[in-house]
């Protein structure tokens, strides 16, 4: 019995760090994901995109990361990532579109 009751406390000990997990907050490296994935959905939903030469995908890319500052839930994961938590994160990084990821952000876009 005593090797089943091990085999449960470490499944429960997994569940409680998914857990720990999902409810902690992003890290630096995840809001840059989150940023870097935004600036690529920002540029694939521009007019002409799928027939931008790559010198044109980056400038596009430039001239986004700069117009996304004014979208609060874009500015919050720059500018307070701490409060964006790992839900949010996993959320915004699976997002197919700006408006999907702008849905992610709940009060921290706010």
Known sequence: ???RRGTLA???G???MVAVGCHGHASPDD???MSE???DLA???APGAAS???AQVAAVREIERGLKRAEPSFRAVEDRCGEVTRAEVSCAVGAISTRAWEGCLGDAGR
């Open 1 to 3: 019995m005593s090797g």
């Open 10 to 12: 470490l499944a429960a």
């Open 14 to 16: 997994a569940v409680l």
């Open 31 to 33: 809001c840059r994901a």
């Open 37 to 39: 994935h935004y600036v």
């Open 43 to 45: 540029v694939g939903e």
């Open 52 to 54: 931008m030469s790559p």
